[in-house]
């Protein structure tokens, strides 16, 4: 079987089929990015050993942070663990910059982030996610999403929730499971610019280049 060409078109419904298709068959190929547009962000995903990353930048920032929506879909034959400090971005100068822990962001959130923020950042985390309807997380932000509406309390803890439900959580993802988070990077709200995201998990290196004209911005 020839290579996957990637095709970086703006995708509808029936275009995000074709591109999860493609990703799908990726294993019995020649692994490459695959970038595609849907619900108005731009995706690229990457499969390894059956094991699928994908991301797009979200257009919020909140308190400096600059936001990445990502999906992982374990295809492969065993378990394997999942955590935001797997993501980092290496720019073009040769900066590294490491995603921040679900924890810290948790407790950010909780401490400053007031409703608003809050709020701000489940509209555009919902808009991305619910704008692919062809995936569905096993253990992602709809399942949290609920825990999080049943935890009662104040402003602050409601926020912790919300917020806990957004982060993309730490898990173990067993054979045939999914999951999607946000990931955060602090940046003082600069953008992240060119360069590449590296993602070490699963016992794989993903690599997505990142050009100057898809530079990733808070």
Not at 90 to 108: F, K, N, P, W, Y
Request: aromatic letters at 6%; one cysteine or more.
């Amino acid at each position: 079987m020839g290579s996957a060409q990637p095709c970086p078109t703006q995708f509808g419904a029936s275009g995000l089929a074709l591109a999860l298709a493609v990703i799908l068959l990726l294993p019995m190929a020649h692994a490459q990015v695959i970038e595609f547009e849907t619900g108005g962000l731009k995706y690229k995903a990457l499969t390894r050993n059956g094991v699928t990353v994908m991301f797009a930048p979200l257009p919020n920032h909140i308190h400096d942070f600059t936001i990445l929506q990502v999906s992982i879909s374990n295809g492969s034959p065993i378990a394997w663990a999942i955590r935001p400090e797997d993501f980092s971005f290496e720019r073009t100068d040769g900066e590294r910059i490491q995603a921040s822990s679900a924890e810290a962001v948790v407790h950010l959130l909780a401490t400053k982030g007031s409703r608003d923020d809050v709020a701000k950042l489940m509209t555009a985390y919902e808009a991305a996610l619910y704008g692919m309807p062809q995936i569905h997380s096993t253990n992602g932000y709809e399942k949290r999403r609920l825990n999080a509406m049943a935890d009662g309390g104040s402003v602050k803890i409601k926020a912790a929730a919300a917020a806990s439900a957004i982060v993309l959580a730490p898990i173990r993802l067993k054979i045939g499971q999914s999951t999607d988070g946000a990931v955060f990077y602090a940046t003082q709200g600069k953008p992240l610019g060119s360069g590449k995201l590296v993602v070490n998990t699963a016992g794989e290196t993903f690599e997505f280049p990142v050009e100057e004209n898809h530079a990733i911005k808070p």
